[in-house]
């Protein structure tokens, strides 16, 4: 028995067609996002980021983030 295989390209393409047809571009692409392999060393980057703030900085930060996007969304 012999088994024509396509060229994973083409695999590529219309898998990613049929995803995007089936889930819709936005929930395709999240999907697809989480098999990606990230880059860098966050670690490093962290310690460069937050380097002059308390965790009482980083936590009030986020609640005004939070309550600046719930007063959008009202």
Avoid at 2 to 24: C, Q
Avoid at 31 to 39: D, L, P, S
Wanted: charged fraction near 30%; aromatic fraction near 8%; glycine fraction near 4%.
């Amino acid at each position: 028995m012999v088994i024509e295989t396509k060229p994973l390209i083409d695999v590529n393409r219309r898998a990613i067609h049929l995803l995007y047809k089936e889930l819709g571009i936005v929930d395709a692409v999240r999907f697809m996002r989480q098999f990606a392999v990230g880059f860098g060393d966050y670690t490093e980057e962290r310690d460069i980021l937050f380097a002059d703030q308390s965790l009482e900085d980083i936590l009030a930060e986020i609640a005004a983030r939070r309550s600046d996007v719930s007063v959008v969304k009202e």
